[in-house]
């Protein structure tokens, strides 16, 4: 998800589960990431089990 914030912030924010965001996935994971930090997005990956096992902690970064 991306989100355009009033005061222009640009955050990304990606929840890597094991069924999409496995190992054979990871390196294009990184480039697109790494393609929206070169933009000028603040990117936050939150892993889905980590979610799902606490989801406060989780999203603290935020």
Do not use: S
């Not at 094991?18 to 996935?25: N, Y």
């Not at 889905?48 to 970064?61: Q, S, V, W």
């Amino acid at each position: 998800m991306v989100m355009l914030l009033p005061d222009g912030t640009k955050i990304a924010i990606e929840c890597d589960g094991d069924k999409w965001h496995g190992a054979e996935q990871y390196q294009n994971d990184l480039m697109r990431q790494k393609v929206l930090e070169r933009c000028g997005w603040q990117f936050f990956r939150i892993r889905g089990y980590e979610y799902y096992t606490n989801r406060i902690k989780a999203l603290k970064p935020l």
